[in-house]
């Protein structure tokens, strides 16, 4: 069964400062990854997605994303933050024989001044 | 595009009772999904629509039950509401497959069970 590990419930970063948020997940087959935001009492806006090809994958907003397919690793990067940045981060996996969506337990990104 | 739209944005149910939750999915979409969202932890799959038809399901009990209707709006039904529900629920659209399309989500309903 797949499934996904966010390895930092809260990251703490000063503005300006690059972040990097870690995901690893498993699964058997091939699968799509996904990062998603979710600002204070919103619903969910996809970051970036990695269906194949190039690893490295560029999103909105600054972030981008490495597939490191040996290491079952997507983790997600941004080179300076913003206090805008302020939010949960999901990543998320979806086995490409279904197009159901597992999320991670989150990341709380918060920007210190 | 008008989005994807959920209602109500809150909701407070008594234990015991019945809920039904309401989603519009954006316009082209054929495909509804619905997320539980605990407090404190990722969506967890509830179920998937796909032209009126559910297409897959998570591991959540039958009281939990779904529609999906010709204009692909949705509802999510939850019978016997127990503590537990007290969640954030999403609901997100597509117009296909998520290898070639992107998932849209609303901004949820928030239930609270008491």
């Known amino acids: 069964a797949q499934s996904v590990t966010q390895l930092d419930s809260q990251v703490p970063v000063f503005e300006e400062a690059p972040v990097e948020l870690r995901c690893n997940y498993s699964?058997?087959?091939?699968?799509?990854l996904f990062w998603y935001v979710q600002y204070p009492n919103q619903g969910l806006q996809l970051l970036l997605k990695?269906?194949?090809?190039?690893?490295l994958v560029k999103g909105i907003n600054g972030f981008e994303a490495e597939f490191n397919k040996s290491q079952t690793s997507f983790h997600l990067r941004k080179p300076s933050v913003h206090i805008s940045d302020t939010a949960e981060y999901f990543c998320?996996?979806?086995?490409?024989?279904?197009?159901?969506?597992?999320f991670g337990k989150g990341t709380r990104l918060h920007i210190l001044p | 595009e008008t989005g994807v739209t959920q209602s109500p944005t809150h909701l407070i149910k008594t234990r015991g009772q019945q809920v039904t939750l309401r989603c519009s999915s954006q316009?082209?979409?054929?495909?509804v999904s619905w997320y539980q969202q605990a407090l404190g932890q990722g969506p967890q799959f509830i179920f998937q629509?796909?032209?009126?038809?559910?297409?897959g399901r998570g591991n959540f009990p039958p009281r939990f039950s779904g529609l999906q209707f010709p204009n692909y709006s949705s509802e999510l039904n939850v019978n016997a509401l127990e503590l537990d529900d007290s969640a954030l629920y999403l609901c997100?659209?597509?117009?296909?497959?998520?290898?070639?399309?992107?998932?849209?989500f609303g901004q949820g309903t928030r239930l609270t069970v008491v």
């Open positions: 990695y269906l194949s090809g190039s690893t």
């Open positions: 316009s082209g979409h054929n495909t």
């Open positions: 998320a996996v979806s086995e490409n024989r279904d197009d159901k969506i597992i």
């Open positions: 699964s058997s087959v091939s699968v799509y």
């Open positions: 997100a659209s597509t117009s296909g497959r998520l290898m070639n399309t992107e998932a849209f």
């Open positions: 629509y796909y032209r009126e038809e559910e297409n």
